[in-house]
Structure formats: C-alpha cells, structure tokens
C-alpha cells in the first residue's frame, strides 16, 4: 500500500509541476526521481547514481536515433518534401476521395514529421480542396488532424514510441511493424468520423482565406514526377531496414546468418539505418545552399535536443522505480497480461488528459510500467511491443484545451472550441478505444 501511495504522489507531482507551474517536463520527471528516492528509504549518493545510470542508459541506445529522426522530419518539412508526397497522392485518388487522401497524407508524413507541423504544413491543401470540392473544411480538417496522430503515437522514429522502445527494452523492428498493424485502423477511425461528425459542422467560407491556394494542387504536377521517389526514399528506407533486421534475426534464421544476414543485422540497426536516411534525405536536398541546409541540420538538434533530455529524464525515473520495491505490488502472474496492457493504456491517457502532451504521457508511462513487466506477464518481446503500443493508444485519449495540436487543428481549420471537441477530440477517444482493442486482440491472438 506504501508503495501505491508513493507512486500516487510521484504523478500528482508530476501533473502539478507540468500543467500548473509551468516547470518543464525534464525538471519535473528528474524532481519526481529524487522525491521518489528519497521516499523509498534510497541514500542520497544512491539516488544520484540511479538517475545518472537511467539517463545515460536510455540516451545510449536512443540519443543519436531521435536527432537523425529529427534530421529526416526537418529536411522534408523544410525541402517541400511532404507537399511533394501529399500532392502524389492526391493525384492518386478520386477527389471524392479527397477526405481519405489527406487522412494517408497525414499518417504517412507524420511519421518522421511531428504532427503539429505536419498539420500547418498541410492545411493549406485542406483549403484549396475544399473550395474545389464543396466538401466541409471541418471533414478535411479532422480526417487529416487523425491521421497525422495515428502515426504520432505508435510508430518509431516518431519521439514517443521510439522512447518508451527503449525505456522498456522492446525490439524497435517489432514495435514498428505492429505499429503500422494498429495505427492504420486507427487512423481509418478517424476519417470514419470526419465523414460523418464533418458533415454535421458548418465553417463560414468567409472566415476562410482560400486565395490562390488551390494552385499548391494543380501546378504541382511539375514537381511531383522528377521528386516524388527521391523525397520518399529518407522516409521508407530506413523503415524497411529496421524490418528486415527484425525478420533476419527472427529465431529461425529465416536468411540464415551468412554475410546477408550480418549486412542487415548492421544496416538495419536503428541508427544505421535513420543515419542512411539522413544521407537521403541531404541527397533529395541537392538544390538547397549549404548555407540553408546547415542552418536546417541547426534547428533539427535544437529541437530533437528538447525530446532527447525529456526521454532521458523519464529514463531516469523509471530506473529509480525499478530499484524500488515496485514490482513487489504484483506477484509475477500471466493472468495479468491483459490487465496489463489495460493499466498501461488507462495510465497513459490518464496523463495525456491531465497534462496535454502525448509524447511526455507515452515516456513517464513507459518509465512506470517498466519495472511492472515480469508482474504483468509482459516480459517476452512480443508483450514489450504490445505494451509500447498500449501506452501509444492512451496518449492519444484524449487530445483537447491542455494540448498544443487541439489548438494548431483548430486554428489552422477555423473552428471553434466548441466544434473542435466535437470533432477533433473525440475523434481521438474513439481513436484511442480502438487502438487499445487492436493492440488486446493481438495480444489474444499471438500469446
């Protein structure tokens, strides 16, 4: 009972420091490491020690992963890159379709792109198609705020499910291809949505700055046939690489362990493979001054610097709970593994609604469940990647008034409060109850 109180008590700091006193997340989860400490009876000279080991420990196998990420999601944002893709697709697709274009859009360029940005970017082709099309900018609006988010929340290299990877020790491979088995339905959850709440909400055309912006559709035909595969090539690559490392060292060896399977085994490390996408990603910016490109390089470690110390921080509180007595709450027991994934889920959106931020509820949820693993029954690799997938589902429910992306979706679409809870956020509770059902039914099927 001790130990739930104590933990109990490292949330509530957590939340309070976050959301009322403004400390940035970094601080609060290093603040909560000592408080918890401190609590469980750990001498002082220890409690440093385990932060130091917790920190240093999740930034060596994560560090160098989140900048080249970071890297990859910059060039494309900055080179045209995404609207090369999106404009692909939306050539590909019936513009009756158009809804369903700009939700793959949004899933596929929030992969290296974080959604906030994404959503900005692309806004202005929600604008344009919807003058061409007379369908609701708030159908366009939502279709694509979901599914830029599906992506956010459960496949690496976005921030949030490449940290809880590596706090609790799950293979990446395996996390990004179940990833893209959740998120997908998910993300179709939210255009379902969109096609039926969009309908129902009418935007003032006045309120709507459409100028010549259709022409960001129809003129970029020029660009699209010489690009589209060079600035495809930083985003696909290195998650194909990942998998096929996954698949070479799948227990049986399906490629045997010759020469390929060193190759991939290299290639296909994380690293490896976002550093082979950065080069791609430079190489699809060959027209760009060296000037502009270092300046990009610049702002992509300012920024992937942020998430790095947040991920290291909630490291390091998770390693001060797992040399507590923690797991003492839960004998090991398999009847816990769908409990499990339940509690991870249920902790997670608990902290996303209390605190806004997706990427901190996926990382201190990763940090408490991790010493809980063997308790819940969810210590094989498979049960890891499920468990990073669980907390994903929760820090998408639900996104509203206390989270930066409600207000870039409902700024960027002009809707109001009232109609961006209607649309936006509960599009994602139902987003989030869908993820967590997918990722139980997985657990169901294969252990």
């Known amino acids: 009972m001790e130990v739930i109180i104590i933990l109990f008590f490292a949330l509530v700091l957590i939340i309070v420091a976050t959301v009322k006193l403004k400390v940035h997340p970094v601080f609060s989860l290093v603040i909560a490491s000592i408080a918890v400490g401190f609590l469980f009876g750990f001498d002082a000279k220890l409690i440093v020690t385990y932060i130091s080991e917790g920190f240093g420990k999740t930034l060596s196998s994560i560090g160098l992963i989140i900048a080249f990420g970071t890297t990859i999601g910059i060039f494309l944002e900055n080179n045209g ?37 994404g959503f900005v970017i692309l806004s202005s082709l929600n604008k344009a198609l919807h003058k061409k099309t007379g369908i609701s900018l708030a159908v366009f609006a939502i279709a694509l705020s979901t599914g830029l988010y599906a992506a956010h929340v459960f496949i690496p290299p976005t921030p949030g499910p490449l940290a809880a990877a590596a706090i609790i020790e799950a293979d990446l491979g ?26 129902k909400m009418i935007i003032a055309d006045a309120l709507i700055e459409e100028k010549a912006e259709t022409n960001s559709i129809e003129d970029g035909e020029s660009n699209i046939n010489s690009n589209f595969s060079l600035v495809l090539l930083p985003l696909l690559i290195p998650i194909v690489l990942i998998a096929l490392k996954s698949f070479a060292d799948y227990p049986t060896y399906p490629l045997g362990k010759a020469w390929v399977y060193e190759l991939l085994i290299f290639i296909g490390e994380p690293m ?22 270092n300046e990009w390089v610049l702002k992509s470690l300012k920024e992937s610097g942020s998430i790095i110390l947040v991920t290291g921080a909630g490291g390091a509180f998770g390693n001060v709970l797992r040399m507590s007595d ?16 339940l509690i991870a889920f249920i902790l997670s959106a608990l902290l996303k609604t209390a605190q806004g ?10 940090a408490i469940i991790s010493p809980l693993l063997v308790s819940f029954g969810l210590d094989t690799e498979l049960e890891k990647a499920l468990t990073v997938l669980a907390i994903g589902a929760g820090a998408m429910t639900v996104s509203h008034i206390n989270d930066s992306y409600f207000w870039v979706v409902s700024q960027f679409s002009n809707l109001n409060v009232k109609s961006a809870l209607k649309g936006h956020t509960m599009a994602t509770l139902f987003q989030g109850i869908v993820g967590i059902l997918i990722v139980l039914m997985l657990q169901f099927l294969f252990t």
Not at 277 to 288: A, D, Q, T
Not at 326 to 341: A, W
Not at 357 to 366: D, E, G, K, P
Request: net charge positive; aromatic share 10%; charged share 10%.
């Open 272 to 293: 490896i493979a976002l550093l082979i996408g950065v080069f791609l990603v430079f190489m699809s910016s060959w027209n760009i001054k060296s000037t502009t490109k």
């Open 326 to 341: 923690l797991q003492s709450i839960i004998e090991p027991n398999n009847s816990f593994v769908m409990s499990g994934l």
């Open 357 to 366: 931020s997706s990427t901190v509820a996926i990382i201190t949820s990763a």
């Open 81 to 117: 890159g995404t609207k090369v893709i999106a404009e692909k697709i939306l050539h590909s697709i019936p513009v009756k379709r158009s809804p369903l274009a700009m939700n793959i859009i949004g899933f596929i360029i929030s992969i290296p792109v974080f959604c906030d940005s």
């Open 174 to 199: 395996l996390v990004m291809l179940l990833g893209f088995v959740v998120a997908i339905p998910v993300s179709l959850t939210g255009y379902v949505w969109a096609s039926y709440i969009g309908k």
